[in-house]
């Protein structure tokens, strides 16, 4: 241990009428509180931007495949399900599933209401891990067999806004050729996701019967949904499927068919931002306070280290030492508190939302051990930043002044 060390280690044990005591205990529950919060912000607009992107993504997939035109409908010009991309792509790094749809738009009719929505067929193919945790009511359809399944799942709002129950008939009209065409369906399932806009809008079924209204074949659908492992890959893989797939074909990323939703999504961000360089900019702060009161209280003692030959350099490194200790005893706190209230609501669901307006009915979290390395990483690095300049008061104090310094 060096001579710094043990004056650090003395001055922090102090000793009984300091007055530093109580203010290092402040600058302690500062920093701790700081990281505290940052940890807890970060994992909470994390969260929901990842629920947000998660759900967004199981109703539309992250890259969807579709014939190349100007066709900005829910009907998309038919394509044939037998492409030659289909030999590689399902098999290159990071494609997790490629699955068939197709859409038609129509109308659901009860006695007193009637409501437009998307029907999107799908497939035996179809990855029900979505919906799975998703359905309130029932279970999916079966697609298996050699007849179109006439079971549908229905999002929760429209059952409450059209009153139907599980296991209810339902009666949905489209329009082929100019002329109303009926389908009588049958609901096995009810789903909340909490995306309104969504769940009013998209119905699933068998993608057999779209190809039976518009006198498709068996092999003919709209499009293929890709699904990815990384969705921070999301622009890279789009470019990996768009290479591969034929001139007369188009790709789209979720970013690009739903730019507004993720625009807002990012906006998320700067929330976040804000919220760390306050509790960045108080935690410091606190740290140069505390600083510049444990120097001005131990004047006579820079005074005599002075006069026994310490370099200005040595007695700095002293009182930073005592700050990297509170520093580094604060954020172990902050750790502690802030991990615990996000794991408590992460698995309790402590804090409830209202859905209609968050999308959600509980506070999100997403704990990232990477987030929390970086936070540590910047609270140490900008706490220590802030303490050099005060330390310098070190090098303007006089060793005859401090000594007779009362």
Known sequence: MNTEQFIARRLIKGGPGSFSAPVI???????????AVMIVSVAIVTGFQRQIREKIVGFG??????????????????????????KTLPKAEGIRNIQVFAT??????????????????VGSDFDWSFFNDKLVLGKPFVTTGDSA???????????????????????????????????????????????????????????????????????????????????????????VVYDAIGYDLNSRTIREI??????????????????LILMVLVSGMAMISTLLILILERTNMIGVLKALGARNLSIRRVFLLQA????????????????????L???????????????????????????????????????????????FIVTRISPVKAIRFD
């Open 149 to 239: 399944s006439i079971g549908v799942i229905i999002s929760k709002n429209i059952a409450d806004l059209l009153k139907i129950k599980l296991g209810d008939p339902l009666r949905m009209y489209f329009i082929i050729d100019n002329l109303p065409r009926a389908r009588r369906l049958k609901v096995t399932g009810i789903y909340n996701t909490g995306l309104a806009e969504f769940d009013l809008k998209f119905i699933f079924g068998d993608i057999r019967q779209i190809q039976r209204l518009n006198g498709w074949s068996d092999d003919t659908i709209s499009g293929f949904d890709v699904y990815i492992n990384d969705f921070a890959a999301l622009d890279k893989m789009g470019k």
């Open 258 to 275: 739903y730019p507004q939703i993720f625009d807002w999504l990012d906006l998320q961000d700067m929330n976040v931002a804000i919220i």
């Open 324 to 343: 990297g200790y509170i520093v580094g005893k604060g954020m172990l706190y902050g750790n502690i508190a802030g991990i615990s209230i996000c794991l």
């Open 61 to 86: 997939s992250h890259i969807q495949i579709a014939k190349f035109d100007s066709n900005n409908s829910f009907e998309f010009t038919p394509i044939s399900r037998n492409q030659p991309f289909l």
């Open 104 to 121: 038609k738009a129509g109308i659901i009719k009860t006695k007193e209401q009637i409501q437009g929505v998307v029907f999107k067929g």
């Open 25 to 35: 205990r402040i600058a302690i529950i500062s920093v701790a509180l700081g990281l």
């Open 345 to 391: 609501q992460k698995y309790f669901s402590l804090i409830p939302l209202p859905q209609e307006s968050y999308f959600m009915s509980v506070v999100p979290i997403n704990l990232d051990i990477l987030h929390l390395l970086m936070l540590n990483a910047g609270t140490l690095v900008a706490c220590t930043f802030m303490l050099i300049l005060p330390s």
